[in-house]
């Protein structure tokens, strides 16, 4: 009977629900070493405000190897040369780093490759900021296997962009949040439901959601030193001192926390994205990944809800090489062929080329209700064609775009 539960399974309103926050480690880092693969295991510092050879700006995020040196996010970038030189600059045998500047166009492009893949691994996904998210993947895997998804996400992290995740999971947002960061880098910390206030209790008190250096320092001056101490402190003495926040802090010090994970407005755009095991110079595999992909978003789009007026597709070649191309439609439309035409035809300029990665994307997206416009039978030339540009945006792309990067 349709809607019925298979034997066993359990049942969606009687547990608890499973929270993934996934957060990037050293993002910036990791991005710069997808360009240069030789920074891999070096220390590199990215500065925001930073130009090569000068001393002005703020350490955006440095690698943990530059971290053993004292080099700290926000950091005078002055600061951190004088515990770190640049590797120019230092002398034989002296410990030195790789500074680079922000690029924040290179980075949104990557941060949204990992985005792709955690949209596929959940249906309910919030995007905090360019490297952290929070998935709800209660209908997508149960607390007695949550361990193998989550370690099945960050390896496809890994195999598909080449960036490492730390993953937290906990029946609430918050505690997920500190679960990500608890055994950085490349953590997996899980933590089942009836354990978060035992979980938290050992850890430091700004470790609460919430509780930030000024909150820490007063609550230290007052002997609650962790968050199992700030569990233990009645409510109301929190609530007198903190207002409303202490509210919240005082719930999630002892494991409450109500809030769910909602996505914040609809998606400007739907993409599938594989990597090859190696780069991959035959045409014939190309395509078919470029076929299987592009049927994916689709029905991806279908699921959703939304039709589409402009078809993309993306190649990366090695080592981070990464080439665009997208076309117009003539109207907004919901057909899976014709996503598989254009891209294939978008991705023939490739078809010779090594590749390590493929993609296809809908964008220009619609949410009408109702039915769904469709172009059965198309097989002609596509109308108001506008190929994009061969190349995602770098380091001349405005610093403030972190929020239009949709491109994959």
């Not at 850890?203 to 962790?226: C, N, Q």
């Not at 599938?272 to 595999?285: K, Y």
């Not at 296809?360 to 994009?388: H, I, K, M, T, Y």
Request: hydrophobic share 35%.
């Amino acid at each position: 009977m349709v809607g019925e539960r298979l034997p066993g399974a359990p049942d969606p309103e009687d547990r608890d629900q499973i929270v993934v926050h996934a957060d990037l480690d050293c993002f910036y880092a990791a991005c710069e070493r997808l360009r240069e693969p030789t920074l891999e295991e070096e220390p590199v510092v990215v500065g925001m405000g930073y130009e090569p050879g000068d001393d002005a700006g703020a350490v955006a995020t440095a690698s943990y190897e530059a971290r053993q040196h004292g080099i700290e996010s926000a950091q005078a970038i002055s600061t951190a040369l004088g515990r770190l030189p640049r590797v120019e600059d230092a002398g034989d045998g002296e410990p030195a780093a790789h500074y680079r500047p922000v690029d924040m166009g290179f980075y949104g492009a990557v941060g949204e490759e990992v985005r792709a893949v955690l949209r596929d691994c959940a249906d309910v996904v919030r995007t905090v900021s360019i490297d952290e998210a929070y998935l709800d993947v209660t209908d997508r895997t149960d607390w007695d296997v949550v361990e193998g998804f989550a370690r099945h996400l960050k390896q496809r992290v890994e195999r598909e962009v080449g960036v490492t995740l730390s993953v937290g999971v906990a029946p609430t947002m918050s505690a997920a949040k500190v679960a990500s960061d608890h055994d950085k880098p490349d953590g997996l910390v899980v933590v089942p439901p009836g354990s978060v206030r035992e979980f938290l209790a050992p850890l430091p008190v700004e470790s609460v959601h919430g509780v930030g250096p000024v909150r820490a320092r007063r609550l230290r001056e007052s002997g609650v030193e962790t968050a199992g101490d700030l569990a233990e402190t009645p409510p109301s003495e929190v609530i007198d001192r903190f207002g409303e926040r202490g509210r919240a802090i005082a719930r999630r010090a002892r494991g409450h926390d109500d809030r769910t994970v909602t996505p914040r407005g609809r998606p400007k755009s739907l993409s599938r994205e594989s990597a090859f095991p190696e780069a991959v110079e035959d045409s014939a595999p190309k395509r078919e990944r470029v076929r299987t992909l592009a049927r994916a978003v689709a029905e991806r789009a279908r699921r959703e809800g939304a039709v589409y007026r402009t078809v993309g597709v993306k190649a990366v070649e090695p080592p981070f090489d990464v080439s665009t191309r997208e076309r117009s439609l003539a109207g907004a439309v919901s057909d899976a062929d014709l996503v598989e035409k254009v891209a294939l035809d978008l991705f023939a300029e490739f078809a010779d080329e090594e590749v390590r990665k493929v993609g296809v994307r809908v964008s220009n997206l619609g949410f009408p209700d109702g039915e769904q416009a469709r172009l059965d039978g198309f097989d002609g030339p596509v109308d108001a064609v506008a190929d994009g540009p061969s190349t995602p945006p770098r380091g001349d792309a405005p610093r403030d775009s972190q929020t239009r990067l949709s491109e994959f």
